[in-house]
């Protein structure tokens, strides 16, 4: 055969993501000289909404009322159609999680138990939401809103029987869809709270905070604006003001006149009422069966000679010892109830290790592998939620499934970046948890099984900080802050801190170093606290000559986690720095 007068030739052309609208026509042409070729291309868009209907919209009641939900009149091209229905909850550090009711299926109806977890305030509202797929994972969603009331159920022993049943019935006969409805519903049911006394709008109107939900009789955290205050949840002022240096004992005439959240206008009938700072009170005041201690927040040793902890010292914690027969946080729990709530959770835990394992074979593959993934991080946040509450079987079986999920987000091969960003916000507050169970005795040290513990939870923070850095959008995550070379500081918990961080390496710095520090709030600059630092050497391994980008993810953990290694000789002396000078993983 003769030459071909041409060579076959292929061009790979690239576009950036989203750059093309959804069902529209474009045409691509490939000109040569006079000569010219062109293709019409027709994007895929996702499904036409139809509409999603849950009943009864009023009324229901968690764990007993099933929720008839329908998707009707949804359309596209691309069949078959798959359907997913879920619904949002507050995660304990105030993001929202998913929560699977119906996996991804073709079957566009489903009943379902829901949890109440919407707030008294909001009439206990809770969005359930139709995710819709086409045959090529492009989808569309409609969100509906049921009202879910509380269940009430009045006493631990009764709380772990329904469990227990719900769990053996969707175990021996029921499918993975009902194993998820019981698994969200029985974790919402015993993490609740009494917020008595802190009810209503009292926390947003009187603290510039969220409403009770988390901790008993505690406000929310700060809400937005108004980020100047103590740190979590607490019954105290947060302020959208910077805090002005104003000395104690300052005349004033209401607590405002302090411009300061750390301090308060105490009245006197026989002299001028003054700003004076807050003492740090217990959770509770220890409910009457324990007793108030101020201990050194680094090494868990009481302070001496009448010490006391002040709100906003953050070298300092009040806690409760609490008197025999009497547990949890603020005393007021007995311990037969302590342990049927640890029970709770533990087979709350292996129930989520049974749906993870059933849907783990196959969910790196599907299009919808990061909500599927997102719900078992949610799920086990949810559980792990209380650490008072966690046996020691439990902080085990957790930390394994917080290692499965991890795995299983960095395989995806649909997207795996949505996957592990997704599972982030569950797995956190899972550690910080398990991070929550160390303690630290009398002596100030910590014993070998403990430091296991400490152990297994930071390896889980290094593999989704690696995991992190290896998915496709860790370097937009990353750079994207602000433009600048500071470190986005997300999250801030009281165990540990995650800090994304890139430095532009210039030229001349080759033989030097590139550090990253964690950036500070106002609140933690004023009470003297010192940023973790990290430094790696600037080589340029390409041999370019050209200066790299360095992506760094940092993580910290207050000094009480090498608590072991302090030296104790006058420890009531010390005063924390929280995250300065400490280990620091870079990964």
Not at 340 to 348: A, T
Not at 467 to 482: E, M, N, Q, Y
């Amino acid at each position: 055969l003769a030459k071909a007068p041409f060579d076959l030739m292929k061009l790979k052309y690239s576009l950036t993501s989203d750059i093309l609208s959804s069902r529209a026509q474009y045409v691509f042409k490939f000109a040569c000289g006079s000569a010219s070729s062109s293709i019409n291309v027709l994007t895929n868009g996702p499904p036409i909404p139809g509409t999603f209907d849950a009943t009864p919209a009023m009324g229901g009641i968690e764990l007993t009322t099933s929720f008839e939900l329908v998707a009707t009149e949804w359309f596209d091209e691309d069949l078959p159609l798959l359907y997913l229905f879920s619904f949002e909850s507050l995660l304990f550090n105030g993001k929202v999680g998913e929560n699977i009711v119906k996996s991804q299926s073709e079957t566009s109806n489903s009943t379902s138990y829901l949890p109440s977890v919407g707030t008294e305030v909001a009439n206990y509202s809770v969005p359930v939401t139709a995710t819709v797929y086409d045959a090529y994972g492009s989808f569309a969603t409609a969100s509906t809103v049921v009202q879910v009331l509380p269940l009430v159920i009045t006493n631990t022993s009764a709380t772990l029987e329904m469990i227990t049943d719900q769990l053996s019935k969707t175990l021996t006969g029921g499918s993975n869809d009902e194993l998820k409805q019981v698994l969200a519903s029985s974790a919402n049911v015993i993490n609740k709270v009494n917020c008595s006394g802190v009810g209503g709008e009292y926390c947003n109107a009187t603290y510039n905070r969220g409403v009770c939900g988390a901790v008993a009789h505690t406000c929310g955290k700060c809400l937005a604006g108004y980020s100047i205050g103590e740190y979590g949840d607490a019954n105290s002022r947060c302020q959208a003001e910077p805090i002005t240096d104003v000395a104690v004992d300052t005349v004033c005439t209401t607590s405002a006149d302090c411009m300061n959240p750390f301090l308060y206008c105490q009245t006197s009938a026989s002299s001028p009422s003054s700003c004076e700072k807050i003492v740090g009170t217990c959770q509770n005041d220890c409910s009457g069966h324990g007793v108030c201690s101020h201990v050194n927040k680094d090494t868990g040793i009481e302070l001496t000679n009448g010490g006391v902890c002040y709100v906003g010292e953050l070298g300092c914690k009040s806690m409760c010892w609490c008197e025999d027969g009497f547990d949890d946080n603020d005393c007021s729990v007995i311990d037969q109830d302590m342990a049927n709530r640890q029970l709770s959770r533990d087979e709350l835990l292996d129930g989520l290790v049974v749906l993870a394992i059933a849907e783990g074979v196959t969910v790196v593959n599907v299009s919808s592998s990061s909500t599927i993934i997102a719900a078992w991080s949610t799920n086990l946040g949810s559980i792990t939620q209380r650490a008072s509450e966690l046996s020691a079987i439990a902080v085990q079986v957790a930390l394994e499934t917080a290692g499965l999920i991890v795995g299983k987000a960095a395989a995806s091969v649909v997207d795996t970046s949505d996957a592990v960003e997704s599972c982030q916000s569950g797995l956190f507050d899972t550690v910080d948890s398990v991070f929550s169970t160390v303690e630290i005795d009398t002596n100030g040290t910590i014993d070998a099984g403990a430091i296991a513990v400490e152990q297994a939870a930071s390896f889980v923070l290094d593999s989704l900080a690696d995991a992190l850095l290896l998915s496709s959008s860790s370097a937009s995550l990353i750079s994207g802050v602000a433009g600048t070379a500071e470190p986005y500081v997300e999250p801030v918990y009281d165990n540990f801190r995650m800090g994304f961080g890139i430095s532009s390496l210039d030229d001349d710095s080759s033989a030097g170093d590139v550090t990253a520090s964690f950036v500070l709030t106002e609140v933690e600059i004023m009470a003297g606290m010192m940023s973790s630092v990290a430094s790696i050497p600037a080589i340029d391994a390409s041999g370019s000559g050209t200066a790299p980008l360095v992506n760094m993810i940092l993580i910290s953990k207050p000094a009480s986690h090498y608590n072991s290694l302090l030296d104790n000789s006058g420890v009531e002396n010390i005063t924390s720095n929280g995250y300065s000078s400490n280990p620091v993983s870079v990964r």
